[in-house]
């Protein structure tokens, strides 16, 4: 069977966490002997192409494609308010451009409510990310290593960070919380890929430049799994996801996280994580040793089903009965 990957990771689009979860699924995938894989070449010839995002190159190449049409729902109406400028006249564009596929992958219980209710004419399967449980571990030598590149010395807690530097990301709160704690150093992973059409672009640019000193905005780095070692606690103040998959990153990677209470999060992590709603709580959690800790304690085991080898095999199966 063959299968051809298509998404489009342009430049900075790279980092963005639906190519990050592509390139996962993608080599997990070639396990699956019975499947003819291949990235962005031949969606003309494939039997199935996977898609993964749905700007105007993937629009194109849909129009070409002859097999089967899947598309992952990592994009939503929902999160686009305060991620994107004109996120109102984009969401409208989303019912007709799903109904082009011939499937849908949902990445989550809310992720499938929403995609149901847009477009309940489109079939569509609930399959969640998955996390390289062998590439995202504790590593002690990556963590020296990247302090000492930013001058991090061990004993000066991490907090973390790992997003666009956009509100829906939580940016504004990642700086509240970091002027309240002088002492911990906070770093934050990510940019600005939508350039100056991310919500609030000259205004974060501008507070990114007046930083605390306390604060990093490393932009993007070429090895992403070196900050989650280097770190103590993950901070995840997100307003919208349809996944989030850098929490499942973090713990895997063994770190207690801290993230804001919002239903996909509940439903997708459960007790794994620790919670705020109010942005001073956030204090009241870095200041409990005892919770944060045993949040560490149980944080990679908690990633054991979404390891991305079985959601791998959820994808080939599906390729399967759909081919069929």
Same mark, same amino acid.
């Given at each position: 069977?063959?299968? =051809? ?38 969606? =003309? ?280």
């Amino acid at each position: 069977m063959r299968v =051809t990957f298509y998404v489009e990771d342009q430049f900075f689009f790279r980092f963005i966490g639906c190519a990050t979860s592509a390139r996962a699924l993608y080599r997990a995938l070639e396990n699956e002997g019975d499947l003819e894989l291949s990235w962005k070449r031949g969606t =003309t010839e494939s039997d199935l192409v996977h898609f993964h995002t749905f700007g105007p190159l993937a629009l194109g190449h849909l129009q070409r494609t002859e097999g089967i049409a899947v598309l992952t729902a990592h994009s939503t109406p929902r999160i686009n308010q305060g991620n994107i400028a004109f996120a109102s006249w984009i969401n409208r564009l989303y019912p007709a451009v799903y109904r082009k596929f011939d499937h849908v992958i949902t990445v989550s219980p809310p992720c499938h409510r929403e995609i149901s209710e847009m477009v309940p004419d489109v079939p569509a399967t609930l399959i969640p990310n998955g996390v390289n449980r062998e590439l995202f571990r504790p590593d002690p030598e990556k963590r020296a290593l990247f302090r000492e590149e930013y001058g991090i010395p061990e004993e000066e807690r991490v907090v973390l960070s790992v997003a666009q530097l956009t509100p829906r990301k939580g940016v504004y709160d990642f700086l509240h919380v970091a002027k309240a704690h002088p002492d911990h150093r906070f770093i934050w992973v990510g940019g600005l890929p939508y350039g100056a059409l991310s919500k609030d672009y000259y205004r974060i640019r501008n507070l990114r430049e007046q930083a605390g000193p306390n604060v990093i905005f490393t932009g993007y780095v070429d090895d992403i799994t070196a900050p989650y070692a280097a770190a103590d606690v993950f901070f995840m103040g997100s307003y919208a996801e349809t996944f989030g998959l850098v929490i499942l990153e973090a713990l895997s990677s063994g770190l207690p996280v801290i993230a804001r209470d919002i239903p996909e999060f509940r439903e997708i992590f459960g007790p794994s994580i620790l919670y705020f709603s109010a942005i001073d709580e956030v204090s009241e959690l870095l200041g409990d040793d005892g919770v944060v800790e045993r949040c560490r304690a149980a944080a990679r085991e908690s990633t054991l089903p979404f390891d991305i080898r079985s959601i791998a095999a959820r994808h080939a199966s599906l390729y399967r009965s759909l081919a069929a």
